[in-house]
């Protein structure tokens, strides 16, 4: 893929040209200026300025919070405390007076990145996206413009590629250490807050004591589902496999959620499911499944077992709180989702796949592409999967385009991680034909 950048400045782009064997005074020869904005929760924002500046781009780092300024480098950086606004009459000011070569952000529909990525168009800075892989574990997102529905892959069509795609590192899930870093960073952000410093936060704040007690009460709920669900989990392997739809829930705050969905949130989806499931009297079962970082899980279980009763469906229904969801998916008939990630598993099984809410992954080629309850009545009622060298198209390009190997939150993995994306930088940077300013 080759994607230009408008320069206000300049009629026709110059293309910079990155060697193998280009060294950090050639790199430091009107050195390439980078913006980095928020990163995940945890020190990899820190690993990469890090690398960014060893490889010899100048960087600077905006910080919005007190979270934000400890897994800052400490130089170069920028202190932002308004409000969204200010936070718009800041951004033209810099990029009229100081404008970066390149923006770097992780999550794309964060308020603040939302508000920097359209204005970085209007200029014609390059904005590259960092997000948690589409695929996981072993990689994450890197991706031109943004991530999801602003993905360039959200215009893909298929296509042979002899590229080949890159391997994820050989890790295990790193669910556990990214909730302590999560855990961390809101701590701190919620000792030391202020109004101004998390106006443009992409998550709402709660008082300190009220945030652990809704944890704690979520890693019991988790720890005793661990025990019930086992029981389910091994009639749906047994009795019912390839007789049951999933349906993967998203936690309320996740930015497709609340940017993307199309109108959809969880409840809504569980009741049109229930509705449709009744309408069309079908013999399978739905297996809702919870999100393992979604802490209001157990209200949401109770919700969908109230509403199950409700619709005379309780005997056909059940809510899966622990485990993999990659274990369930092989053994079921379909799966209904949002636009959560979880699609993938489908895809890579070879699974029924509706899609109801703006996604990388809503392409007719590979999903049915669904729009509103009455789509569901359809897929519950007649439902088959996509061309298989379709699927494998895609996967394939999502790896080559949008992945590196890597992993935000597992300390042993932060700087070949920062590595590989500095690596991707400098790729994107070539083809995008990107030049310094100095």
Same mark, same amino acid.
């Given at each position: ?100 070569? +390149?923006?770097?952000?992780?999550? *794309?529909?964060?308020?603040?990145? !939302?508000?920097?990525? /359209? %204005?970085?168009?209007? $200029? ?94 979520? +890693?019991?709920?988790?720890?005793? *589902?661990?025990?019930?669900?086992? !029981?389910?989990?091994? /009639? %749906?392997?047994?009795? $019912? ?94 799966? +209904? ?15 029924? %796949? ?85």
């Amino acid at each position: 893929m080759n994607f230009a950048y408008r320069r206000t400045n300049t009629a026709v782009l110059q293309h910079l040209s990155f060697s193998k064997e280009k060294t950090k005074a050639d790199y430091q020869t009107g050195a390439l200026n980078v913006l980095l904005l928020q990163g995940p929760s945890g020190p990899f924002f820190r690993k990469l300025e890090n690398e960014l500046t060893r490889t010899g781009f100048s960087v600077n780092r905006v910080v919005f919070n007190d979270a934000d300024r400890l897994f800052s480098g400490g130089t170069n950086t920028i202190l932002f405390s308004s409000d969204l606004p200010a936070w718009d009459a800041w951004l033209h000011a810099r990029f009229r007076e100081n404008r970066p070569d +390149i923006i770097i952000l992780f999550g *794309s529909s964060r308020p603040a990145h !939302a508000k920097a990525r /359209e %204005l970085a168009k209007y $200029y014609g800075i390059l904005v590259i996206a960092l997000e948690e892989g589409y695929l996981r574990s072993g990689y994450i997102s890197c991706e031109i413009s943004g991530n999801n529905q602003f993905s360039p892959l959200a215009l893909w069509q298929p296509a042979q590629n002899d590229r080949i795609p890159p391997s994820p590192l050989a890790i295990q899930s790193s669910l556990w250490t990214k909730c302590f870093w999560v855990a961390l960073y809101y701590g701190i952000r919620e000792l030391g807050k202020t109004r101004a410093k998390n106006v443009l936060s992409h998550r709402s704040i709660r008082r300190l004591d009220k945030e652990i007690f809704s944890w704690m009460n979520h +890693i019991c709920f988790s720890l005793v *589902s661990k025990l019930s669900d086992k !029981a389910v989990k091994s /009639e %749906l392997f047994g009795k $019912y496999k390839d007789k049951f739809l999933i349906v993967p829930l998203q936690t309320p705050n996740d930015s497709q959620i609340r940017f993307a969905s199309r109108g959809w949130n969880n409840k809504k989806l569980i009741l049109s499911c229930l509705r449709a499931a009744k309408q069309t009297s079908i013999d399978e079962r739905l297996v809702f499944k919870t999100h393992p970082l979604d802490e209001r899980s157990s209200d949401l279980k109770r919700f969908i077992e109230k509403a199950a009763r409700k619709f005379g469906l309780n005997d056909k229904v059940n809510v899966i709180s622990s485990g993999k969801l990659s274990e369930l998916v092989p053994c079921s008939s379909g799966m +209904i989702v949002i636009n959560s990630t979880a699609a993938f598993s489908a895809l890579h099984s070879h699974k029924p %796949l509706l899609v109801m809410g703006e996604a990388v992954f809503r392409h007719e080629q590979i999903i049915t592409v669904g729009n509103s309850a009455e789509d569901i009545v359809r897929f519950i009622k007649k439902r088959h999967t996509k061309c298989p060298e379709h699927i494998k198209m895609f996967i394939r390009d999502v790896k080559i385009n949008a992945l590196v190997p890597g992993d935000f939150y597992q300390s042993s993995v932060l700087k070949l991680t920062a590595k590989n994306v500095a690596k991707k930088v400098a790729t994107i940077v070539r083809s995008s034909g990107v030049v310094s300013r100095q």
